[in-house]
Every structure is written in C-alpha cells, then in structure tokens.
C-alpha cells in the first residue's frame, strides 16, 4: 500500500479488493487487519492465478464477521460477501 494509504488506516475499518491474483493459500497482511478472501480457481489450462476477491477488516471488528455463502447454483462465483454484526444491525 502506498505511505498515503497508510496514514489513514487506523480510520478505515473495511477495504474491499478485486483482481487479488492470490493462490488458494495466499494471504495479504496488514498490522491490525484480518484478511479474508476468495481465490478465483485454477482451471487445469492455466499457469498463474488471475481474479479473486478479498477483504481487509480492522481487527475490532473481525469477531463479528461471518462470510455469507450462497447455493452455487445462484451462479455467484464471482461474487464475495461479507456480514459484519454492529450491535442489533447486521451490515452487508
């Protein structure tokens, strides 16, 4: 991340990613942040990784995430949810 990006960190509580290009075991790490992520799967024709979705979330809120799966068969595998529970309300 750039020197910017990080300066504001401690006030940004959800970054969202797209094209994180990760393999299945890849992770990102940042001081204070849980990372969750979606790979986007190899097929047996490709080389490297490609797509992916993930998440950072500041840790005091990381024990009040819980990933939303959806049937397979709504074709959403391009897709990547999150819910966070802040105190009744559950933000999506």
């Known amino acids: 991340l750039s020197y910017s990006l990080t300066n504001h960190l401690p006030w940004i509580d959800v970054i969202c990613l797209q094209e994180t290009w990760l393999a299945d075991n890849g992770s990102i790490n940042i001081p ?33 995430v819980k990933i939303i799966n959806f049937p397979t068969d709504l074709e959403l595998e391009d897709s990547f949810w999150i819910s966070i529970k802040l105190s009744d309300t559950n933000v999506i």
Do not use: E, I, M, W
């Not at 849980?34 to 097929?43: A, D, E, H, V």
């Open 32 to 64: 204070g942040y849980t990372f969750y992520s979606k790979p986007r799967c190899l097929s047996n024709n490709q080389r490297r990784n490609f797509g992916g979705l993930g998440f950072l979330v500041n840790d005091s809120l990381s024990n009040r």
